[in-house]
């Protein structure tokens, strides 16, 4: 396979076949990369949700705990 490849010339090699390589898998690699960035923006919006819950849980408690008892 190698061989055959040393023999094209460049454009064949680093035009025309990526140009075939998206058009066959284009939608392939969309949904793959949608996926991922999707699975990355639940993942942030999971973090900052935890974080918020965090910091307010944090704040409640501080501020019962210097009034004393209810």
Known sequence: ???MFTRLPW?????AVPVI???VFGGL???VVGFVIG?????LIFVALVAGLI???RK???SSNSRGDW
């Open 39 to 43: 699975l990355l923006f639940k993942a």
């Open 55 to 57: 910091f307010v849980v």
């Open 1 to 3: 396979m190698r061989e």
């Open 11 to 15: 454009w064949v090699k680093w035009v």
């Open 60 to 62: 409640f408690t501080a």
């Open 29 to 31: 690699i969309a949904n």
């Open 21 to 23: 390589v998206l058009a």
